[in-house]
């Protein structure tokens, strides 16, 4: 054999899109050189899933589980998706929280292959030339991060690319976006994390972050070469820090089809998931007092989307507002607290409103004394502080409400505000709860966007939108309300089960695609927006 097809031969097998494994035929090994790379034995697709999840089971922890998965997805796509595919419900807290959170912190600890780009700031003059690489010809779906606000774990540099890459596996999963139309991206700019930077095996640049107009020079610089080179793509904004989370998703939503999943994903799904439980209560949206712990970019984005629901439901923008009490470190939000972010300003509440209420008299009012004084129907958690849903706050919300709606969504379970089983024993198992990560606790859901974002980017592409508007957003969050789970008497968690995640992500991409066209965004003829279209689109983990 020539040296030209022993070198085609090993580059078939070292490229996860092409490489099968055992699962080569007899006829593809003599038509491709194949013959002594490979073991004798020819397996299939089947066979390699149990040999791969053997293997896998035999991890000690979850951590090496999750290094085990990456390297399999560097080795072989289909194998690893068709594995995640063959049973969600194990393999998503592997694939993605709340396993990713220790993949992040010890992402230079185990990066053996390229995958995606890490775009630095040194680099800076070269990313239209990065980009130009053949091997992106198909891309349709970016997600970017700059590794700052990992979870609620925060900076974490170059280590953040775990969040790019398992947010996009799982838009292959659920969504059906073929592999090679992914692609994730790290923006660089250094790290505030001195344990990360002062680390002799961290794998990304060794300087403090970039900060001020050089960092929204090397954005736009970013963002008008994705332009240029890929028109039409989907790139989602993920785990950037509050002020840059906003400003971004501000400043580029309408100059290429984009969203924050941080801010707009979490809250549909937050909202979606509300609905499907208040539905249990038999309290309308309208009549919900919601005290919302942590009001950075996700939890004002649920506030303002729940502003909208209840807009859309009957009420005037200052009542809604009325309905909705945010607190965050300093407190509760209050309109006479100087340097207030915008985000945050639309939620303050007026001093005169608290004028009478039982306090502390202390300079900030507590998460415990709003609990107390507005007797909440819902209680979601966005903060990140560990514990914040204490059993006294809980009690004390379940002391006026018959069946209080409790949220802790903080990523990943080490910043969660309650563990759930605690929070239905200081309830008396009256309360509706919805957790950010899988804590395994019978009846509780797990507010995830997995059950937003992979629908939503499939109905903007699928509609050829050219914008993802709030009303997108919100037609999902409305659909996963209406989907539901559980059991007719209300038992059960409020969602649907994970293994039926792929019908989901059609069922909102059908929402999403609807939207767009009502809104007048949808650039793709009608036939392409119907549910068998959009079924027909989606990539099944199988060997050409």
Known sequence: MSPTRHAAARALLSDPLTNKGTAFTA????????????????????????????????????????AFLRELQDSN???????????????????????????????????????????????RDRISDILADPAYDRVKVIVVSDGERILGLGDQGAGGMGIP????????ACAGIHPSEVLPILLDLGTDNHARREDPLYVGWRAPRVRGQDYDDFVE??????????????LQ???????????????????????????????????????????????PLTEQRVVLFGAGAAGSG?????????????????????????????GLILSDIPRLPQQQAKLARDP??????????????????????????????TSGQKAAFDERTIRTMAETVERPVVFPLSNPISRAEAHPADILEWTGGKAIVGTGSPFGTPGVTQVNNVYIFPGVGLGALASGATA??????????????????????????????????????????????????????ATAEPEALTRESIAASMWQARYA
């Open 27 to 66: 006829e593809e090994r003599d038509a491709f050189g194949l013959h002594g790379l490979l073991p004798p034995h020819v397996g299939t697709l089947d066979s390699q899933i149990e040999r791969r999840r053997k293997a896998l089971e035999e991890k000690e922890s979850d951590f090496q589980r999750y």
């Open 77 to 123: 796509e289909v194998l690893f998706h068709a594995l995640v595919q063959s049973d969600l419900p194990r393999m998503l807290p592997l694939v993605y929280t709340p396993t990713v959170g220790e993949g992040c912190e010890r992402f230079s600890e185990i990066w053996r292959r390229p995958r995606g780009l890490f775009l630095s700031y040194p680099n």
């Open 165 to 172: 890459i398992g947010k996009l596996a799982l838009y292959t």
């Open 221 to 234: 610089t970013f963002v008008s070469a994705v332009n240029d080179r890929f028109p039409g793509v989907l």
């Open 237 to 283: 904004w993920e785990d950037f820090a509050g002020k840059n989370a906003y400003d971004l998703l501000v400043r580029y939503r309408d100059r290429l089809l984009s969203f924050n999943d941080d801010i707009q994903g979490t809250a549909a799904t937050a909202v979606g998931t509300l609905l499907a439980a208040i539905g249990r209560t038999g309290v």
């Open 302 to 330: 649920v506030a303002e989307m729940l502003v909208q629901a209840m807009m859309a439901d009957g009420l005037d923008e200052k009542a809604a507002r009325a309905n909705i009490w945010a607190v965050d470190r300093d």
């Open 352 to 381: 005169a409103e608290i004028e009478g209420w039982n306090v502390s008299g202390q300079n900030m009012i507590s998460l415990q004394e709003v609990v107390a004084n507005v007797h909440p129907t819902v209680l979601i958690g």
């Open 468 to 521: 993802v508007s709030d009303a997108m957003f919100m037609a999902a969050a409305r659909r996963l309300g209406e989907l539901g789970g559980g059991t007719q008497d209300g038992r059960g968690g409020l969602l649907p089960a994970v293994t039926e995640l792929r019908d989901v992500a059609l069922e909102i991409a059908v929402a999403v695609a609807a939207q767009a066209q009502a809104e007048g965004l």
